[in-house]
């Protein structure tokens, strides 16, 4: 957040309310020489820095003087926005007793709501859905809520999404959904919950990749067991390629060993042609692989 200000009032103002200086803010505000709803070169307001720095006093302080609780920064930002972001509840609460609406949204489609997903505030996304944030709610890339909190592992609010009708397979506009997003971010208990709530496990982004493949090549194990506990298949891109030859190629042994295990094919080639032991130089790779195929687990 930017502090530029245009007066030395204003500069007191601004450095008050960041601070948290209550009797500051009363006596600047109350000689009648600066305006409540002072905006430095960005449009941000003596109100949106107190709701962003948590200051209660003086963010109560600066409504009762008649500041504007909706006016927005450049980016589209307002003072619920800020307080949903840092996670001060009861700030949020107070600016919803005055007026505070859930409609606006930042230039690049950011609400309030997904603002305290993506930062895991349960107890203000609790309050924001109460108060009617929409829960499908997308940023212009197509990211709901919910694909913010898998993004980051945010368990509580996913459940809490969830039961307030967020749509498990809701995908952003290049096809990624919130279970390949958990997937390949290693969120293990997140990929647990969404496919108990009926997330897709198989289905695929526009470059053709699953939250399997994805998480084979990334190494995360606990999340390769959870997707197989759903379902033992392995699964098949549409360029050939399985979970084993993620794996692989991430050169990930631990990850070669599960999928072995769950009756991956060492000799299955992709559409090239290449079987997953011509995707990587790792040495004890090959030497599982080689064993496998040896010993007829093909």
Same mark, same amino acid.
């Given at each position: ?6 007066t030395p009032?204003?500069?007191?103002v601004? $450095?008050?309310?960041r601070k ?5 803010l009363?006596?600047l ?8 709803d002072?905006k ?19 963010t109560?302080e600066?409504?009762?003087q008649g ?7 450049e980016? =589209? ?6 307080a949903?972001?840092? =996670? ?8 919803? +007793? ?9 230039k690049?489609?950011?609400?309030? *709501? ?5 930062h895991? !505030?349960?107890?203000?996304? /609790?309050? *924001?859905?109460k ?8 940023? !212009? ?11 980051e592992? !945010?368990?509580?609010?996913?459940r809490?999404?969830l039961s307030v ?6 995908a952003? +506009? ?5 279970? $390949?997003?958990?997937a390949?971010?290693?969120h293990?208990?997140v990929v647990?919950?969404?496919?108990l709530r009926?997330a897709?496990?198989?289905a695929d982004?526009?470059d ?5 493949f ?5 190494g995360?194990?606990?999340?390769? /067991? +959870? ?6 298949? *392995? =699964? ?8 084993l ?40 790779i090959?030497r599982?692989l080689?064993t496998?195929t +040896?010993?007829?687990?093909?």
């Open positions: 957040m930017s502090f530029k200000k245009e009032l204003a500069n007191a601004f $450095w008050a309310a948290g200086n209550l009797a500051l009363q006596l505000l109350n000689s009648g020489r600066v305006d409540v002072c430095d070169s960005c449009g941000t307001t003596a109100l949106m820095v107190a709701s962003y720095s948590g200051h209660y006093d003086c109560r600066l409504i009762m500041a504007d609780i909706n006016l927005q920064r980016t =589209g930002a307002t003072a619920l926005f800020y949903s972001q840092q =996670g001060h509840n009861d700030i949020v609460k107070l600016l919803f +007793e005055f007026g505070a609406s859930t409609e606006f949204q930042t690049d489609g950011g609400s309030a *709501l997904s603002a305290a997903c993506q895991g !505030h349960a107890k203000v996304v /609790e309050t *924001l859905l108060n009617g944030a929409n829960v499908h709610d997308q940023l !212009h890339d197509g990211a709901t809520p919910l694909f913010l909190a898998a993004q592992g !945010h368990v509580s609010i996913i809490h999404l009708g967020a749509k498990v397979n809701q952003r +506009e290049d096809g990624t959904a919130p279970l $390949w997003m958990a390949q971010m290693g293990s208990e647990k919950v969404l496919l009926g897709e496990r198989d982004r526009k053709g990749s699953t939250a399997l994805k998480a084979a090549y990334k995360h194990n606990n999340v390769i /067991e +959870e997707l197989l506990k759903f379902s033992p298949s *392995l =699964g098949m891109l549409k360029n050939g390629y399985t979970a030859h993620g794996a692989v190629m991430g050169g990930n042994l631990r990850s070669v060993v599960l999928l072995l295990g769950a009756n991956a094919d060492p000799t299955l080639p992709n559409k090239n042609n290449e079987l997953p032991g011509d995707l990587t130089q790792n040495e004890r090959l599982v080689r496998q +040896e010993t007829g687990k093909s």
